[in-house]
């Protein structure tokens, strides 16, 4: 079993930045595909970003092309997502999900096998 956390999440002002970390816990031995979905108020959970086992791979989705990047710490499984530029419709609860091995990171939610509890990040305009 894994255990997923998020941390980071906050308010800022449109432009701005933050930077959500995410540390996995329990069997952690293994490599894991990481990836950050996220969910705005009345809307269905969306992919944002995501890397592969080995950091190698990174996929985004349109809308946070060039504002957003998502790194692979020092630790292993632990993923960040730095957010720059940010706009009011990137307001949403944001989810770490992790699936085992080093694979393309997908965007469908049934391919990650481990979430978090997510954490809100507001914008403000």
């Known amino acids: 079993q894994v255990h997923l956390v998020e941390s980071g999440g906050g308010l800022v002002q449109a432009g701005g930045s933050l930077r959500l970390s995410c540390a996995a816990s329990?069997?952690?031995?293994?490599?894991?595909?990481m990836g950050w979905f996220r969910q705005a108020p009345g809307k269905e959970r969306e992919f944002v970003a995501g890397?592969?086992?080995?950091?190698?791979?990174?996929r985004y989705t349109d809308s946070v092309k060039g504002r957003f990047t998502i790194s692979r710490g020092n630790a292993k499984n632990t993923v960040y997502l730095q957010m720059n530029s940010l706009k009011p419709e990137d307001t949403a609860v944001y989810y770490c999900?992790?699936?085992?091995?080093?694979?393309?990171?997908?965007?469908?939610?049934?391919?990650?096998?481990?979430w978090g509890q997510g954490t809100q990040v507001t914008v403000s305009s």
């Open positions: 999900a992790a699936r085992g091995g080093s694979w393309f990171p997908t965007q469908q939610e049934y391919d990650y096998n481990y």
């Open positions: 329990g069997r952690t031995s293994s490599t894991y595909t």
């Open positions: 890397v592969s086992g080995s950091g190698g791979t990174t």
